[in-house]
């Protein structure tokens, strides 16, 4: 049987809590999430894939000096394979390079591929609350996913989330900035970012004029942070996203 995506916001209301009939649904709010480490865990398999790969060149490199020198790889390849897994896997072999002084094993290099296709393949495990806020958002406005990474990789998360449905539109993007948020919210009479880096989530979004609502994880990438915005009325923080149906309805005067 086919359940229809209404259907499926009505069900996921219902669990949080909230009447079947209500809110109104008005189309020009656009309420954005991030995605990975906002609705689902990410950088923690990065951090066990670091882990494995420093276990791999502990005889060349101890752990911190190889951290430095993978996240300057990091850095510096951001520009030719932009973010995701690819990106890091590529990273730690030119890092691999580096610290052998090109004498690295192809048994290493062998290892390093390994452990991305097992990035690649990993479960998708949502965030506390996160099935809920997005069926609860979309029936105040329109809901939307804004992501950086791969693009094969993103969609096959999403697809596994079983989030997919729940969206108004999803844009896979190669950066975050000011500009992506204005194109995005353009026309909104409401417009809302939620997400757990600063940099890439909050202010662009705070800059382009939508409320930006920060939800900070446990673990997040060193290229993604940045200091808080100064205290205004669309900067918010809230623990996780069980929270954000309250706000927004604060925000909307509901």
Do not use: C
């Not at 300057?72 to 890092?95: D, P, V």
């Not at 791969?150 to 000011?178: N, P, Y």
Request: aromatic share 6%; no cysteine; proline share 4%.
């Amino acid at each position: 049987m086919i359940v229809s995506a209404l259907y499926r916001r009505a069900r996921a209301a219902a669990k949080a809590g909230l009447p079947k009939d209500a809110p109104v649904r008005d189309t020009n709010r656009v309420f954005a999430f991030d995605a990975d480490d906002t609705l689902w865990h990410n950088e923690k398999f990065f951090r066990l894939t670091q882990e494995r790969f420093a276990g791999l060149l502990a005889d060349h490199a101890e752990v911190e000096t190889l951290g430095a020198k993978l996240l300057a790889a990091e850095r510096r390849n951001l520009g030719h394979y932009g973010f995701g897994i690819k990106g890091f896997t590529l990273s730690m072999i030119e890092t691999a390079l580096e610290v052998t002084d090109r004498q690295v094993p192809g048994a290493v290099i062998a290892e390093i591929l390994a452990a991305g296709q097992e990035m690649l393949r990993h479960p998708i495990e949502l965030l506390p609350g996160a099935e809920e806020a997005v069926a609860a958002l979309a029936e105040r406005g329109r809901v939307i996913l804004i992501t950086k990474g791969d693009l094969l990789d993103q969609e096959r998360k999403l697809a596994q989330s079983g989030l997919g449905d729940a969206f108004d539109a999803v844009e896979i993007v190669s950066d975050k900035t000011e500009a992506t948020y204005a194109r995005l919210f353009a026309g909104s009479t409401f417009a809302l970012m939620a997400g757990n880096s600063m940099k890439s989530d909050i202010l662009p979004a705070l800059a382009a004029g939508a409320h930006g609502v920060h939800v900070p994880h446990e673990t997040t990438w060193a290229l993604e942070e940045a200091e808080d915005p100064a205290a205004g009325p669309r900067f918010h923080r809230i623990a996780t996203l069980e929270a954000l149906p309250e706000l927004v309805d604060g925000l909307l005067g509901a």
